[in-house]
Structure formats: C-alpha cells, structure tokens
C-alpha cells in the first residue's frame, strides 16, 4: 500500500502564493485560501482513505529499509539477561543496576545475579519527598509565581532519573539481590502510587509555606516536616514492602554448588562485591548542540537527594563521546546510555533508523530541523535509559550500527535495540563513561567551574 500511497502522491501538491492577513488571525478571506490550497487530488484522496483507516505508523513505514540492517557486531559486551521495568519510568535504575549487576557477576565469578530495583526505588521515592519537602521551605520567602517555587509544585516527584540520582542512591543505600526485595503490582506500575505520593506532596507543601509565613520556629517546620515524611514512608511501604536492613544470601557456583552463605546490610554487600566510586570514578557526557561544546553544566535541583549532587555533565561533539564509548566496549565495560527511544524506532525488528519511517512522503510536507533545533523547540529530549554493549566497526575504523541492552522485557534481538549511527548522531544525548577511557585534554575540563543552567532548560 505505501508505494501505490507515494507513487499518487509524487507531484501532487502546488501550494499557491498566500496573501496577507493582518491581525494575526484567520478571517474568513484567509480560511478560503486554506480550503483552496488543498486541491484533494486522486493522490490527496488515496492516502486520506487509507490515513483515515490505519495507523500513520504502518502506513509511513520505508519497506524499502527492511533488509539493510543485520544484527552482528564486531565488538560486543556480554550482556547478563534482560530485565523488565514494566509499566514504570524506572530504565535509568534498571540501566544503572544492569551495568553494575554484569561487573558484579564478571569480577566475582557469580553465574547468574539480578539487583533488587525495588530496593532502590524505594529509597528514591523517600528522598525526591524530602528534597521537594525541605526545597519548598528554603524557598517559602519567594512567591507563588516564582518559576522555581512553580516548577518545584509542578514536579514534587517523580520515577524518572539520571545516574547522577542513581549513584547518590547506591553509595548510600547499597544494593540487595532481587530476591531480597522482590518487585510488586505498584513498583512495575508506579503511576497511581506516584500519583497520590505528589497530591500528598503538595498539600504538604502549602503547609510548610505557611508555617513559614506564621513564622513558626525552624525546629517545629523540621518537625512537622519528618511527620510528612513518616506519611510518605508509610505509603511507600504498604506499596512497596518494607525494606531490608539486613538479608541473608547464598551464593552458588556455575554448577549449582554452595560457595557461601552470609549475612549483610546492603551497604556490605555493595561493598563486597562491586565497590566502585560512582561519584568520581565516572562522569556523564552530553551531546547538546544548543550548549557550547567542551562544557562543565550543572542543572540545578535535578537530582534524587537534598544531600546529593545536582547533575552534573560535559558537553561535547558526538564524535569525542563515541570514541570514549568504543574503547569502553573494546574493554569490555558496558555503559549508562540514554537517548530518545521513540523516534524512529521499529519496534518489530528492534531498530533505531532515521531511514525506518517516511513521514514527509506520506504527509507531503518537509521536516527540517537538525538536532539543536529540535532541543529547542522541545521536539527531542532524552527519553529513555539503556545499556550500551555493542558497536561494528567497518575496514576504514568507523562505527556503522550499535547495541543496547533495554529492559522493556524479551523482544527482538533477544531484548536489545539495534541503533545506526546516523540514528546516534541525531538521538543519542547522555553516556555515562569510566574516566580511564578519557583522554587527558577531555580530563582537564572536568576542573572547571560548572555553568549553572534552571531544571526546566528543554533539555531536562
């Protein structure tokens, strides 16, 4: 059907010279020359049947694009089983637990291992409702209108996050084994619980303002704030379950056999068995092309804890970040990698490819931006997190296709997305890279003073 839909379209459309209107609005006159413009050709009228009765996707598909892309790699990081967020924004801590759990598993030999995102999650929950909480109260003097104190109301929490959060949440909590704290129906569908979490948010944060405007002392606010945050554990347990403060675990070899059974707090166990310096041992780059590049940003009030670190990233061409994370995978290191999944994406065939759909086609319109003006515009941001874990590289030294690891479940590629590196180019936008893998010139600009940018930059 879409070649017939192309072939009637070639040629159809002959737009007319517009005259203007003044005021700005549509009057009549100028409602007339809109009817005019569309001739509702036999073209115009085959693909508005067809548009009228099937998905746009289906029918914008490029069927020419079907065969070009294989599935083999030149370089790949064994990746560990896919994992399954469900119904929840939570891929950047299945992302950051995936990596982590995969250098557990290679550096202490342990066949089989999945982290508990439950845990986690939980912890996450409790600190975004106390940096709301205690950011309303540092904020109480400024008014309603103010575009923090808006923002701040607009967003009290939420599932989403970036590694900056996710390092924060680890080295203070630890991890456990999923067996430890299993997933429940409200952690793999967080909506309806984060829902009521942000109403009771809210309330309680007119509260606190309040109280600030009654000038109440600051030891009754911090109070009355710890009892908001007993309403918030109290919802997030009966949700979630109670988490451990210390588990039993046994581990096993490749045979099945005992090797040991212990007691740990989370914090131990995260010890034992990883132990990285999240926090300097790796840093975030960004490919924003609306930002001067070789960059320190710093986005304020973007992390998961009031204690914690904002995020934190280095902005730089696409073209440094993938030669950072090629040595990476060649050493066999995933990495943090997120992008926007959503466009372009096939997701029968587990493909990433600006090549995939043929929109101007079917609508017989252009769509023009390049990737700055798409940031700008707020047509493209960062929408998913996953795991970098393979790239081919052709005879001349230059990548052709990438892999992730996604944790949308099984699926095409046994769970993985495909990514052209044109589709790199124009959707990649944060990767999360040991510092060994950069080179010194890369290494100095992490001394530089960060430039501060507002939470709600259309980037974030």
């Not at 994370?325 to 997120?338: G, L, R």
């Not at 990737?371 to 393979?390: E, G, Q, Y």
């Amino acid at each position: 059907m879409n070649r017939l839909l192309l072939s009637l379209l070639a040629g159809a459309l002959a737009l007319p010279m517009f005259a203007v209107t003044p005021g700005g609005g549509i009057d009549s006159d100028m409602l007339s020359r809109l009817r005019d413009s569309y001739k509702n050709t036999p073209a115009d009228r085959a693909i508005s049947n067809a548009m009228r009765s099937s998905d746009i996707e289906i029918l914008a598909v490029n069927a020419d694009n079907k065969n070009l892309i294989d599935n083999n790699f030149s370089h790949r990081v064994k990746s560990k089983g896919i994992t399954n967020q469900k119904s929840s924004g939570r891929c950047w801590l299945f992302t950051g637990l995936n990596v982590l759990r995969a250098q557990m598993m290679a550096d202490n030999d342990i066949p089989e291992l999945e982290l508990s995102q439950n845990y986690n999650f939980f912890f996450d929950q409790l600190e975004k409702a106390n940096l709301f909480l205690q950011t309303v109260i540092d904020t109480s003097t400024l008014p309603y209108d103010d575009k923090t104190v808006e923002w701040l109301f607009q967003h009290p929490l939420s599932d989403g996050g970036q590694y900056t959060g996710l390092s924060d949440n680890i080295l203070k909590y630890g991890v456990v084994p999923k067996s430890a704290m299993v997933e429940t129906f409200s952690s793999s569908k967080t909506s309806a619980l984060s829902r009521h979490i942000a109403r009771k948010l809210r309330e309680d944060g007119l509260k606190l303002r309040k109280m600030k405007a009654d000038k109440k002392s600051d030891k009754t606010i911090s109070a009355e704030k710890e009892a908001m945050l007993a309403d918030v554990y109290r919802m997030l347990a009966l949700a979630l379950g109670v988490p451990p403060a210390e588990f039993s675990w046994t581990r096993t070899d490749k045979d099945g056999k005992i090797v040991s059974t212990k007691r740990y707090t989370p914090q131990e166990f995260y010890k034992e068995y990883a132990g990285n310096d999240l926090k300097n041992d790796y840093v975030m780059l960004m490919n924003d092309p609306t930002r001067e590049y070789y960059k320190l940003y710093e986005i304020n009030l973007d992390r998961h804890t009031y204690d914690g670190e904002n995020w934190t990233y280095l902005n730089l061409p696409v073209e440094d970040i993938k030669e950072m994370a090629i040595a990476s995978i060649k050493d066999n290191n995933m990495m943090y990698f997120s992008c926007d999944v959503g466009k372009f994406l096939d997701r029968e065939r587990g493909l990433l490819d600006t090549s995939n759909f043929d929109y101007e086609s079917l609508f017989g319109v252009s769509f023009g931006m390049d990737k700055a003006d798409r940031i700008r515009s707020f047509d493209s941001a960062s929408s998913h997190a996953m795991t970098l874990v393979a790239v081919d590289i052709d005879a001349e030294g230059k990548p052709t296709k990438w892999m992730v690891e996604n944790s949308w479940g099984p699926g095409a590629n046994d769970g993985h997305l495909i990514m052209t590196d044109k589709w790199f180019d124009e959707y990649m936008f944060r990767l999360v890279v040991n510092k060994k893998y950069m080179p010194q010139r890369l290494l100095d600009l992490l001394k530089q003073k960060p430039v501060a940018l507002p939470a709600w930059d259309p980037m974030f």
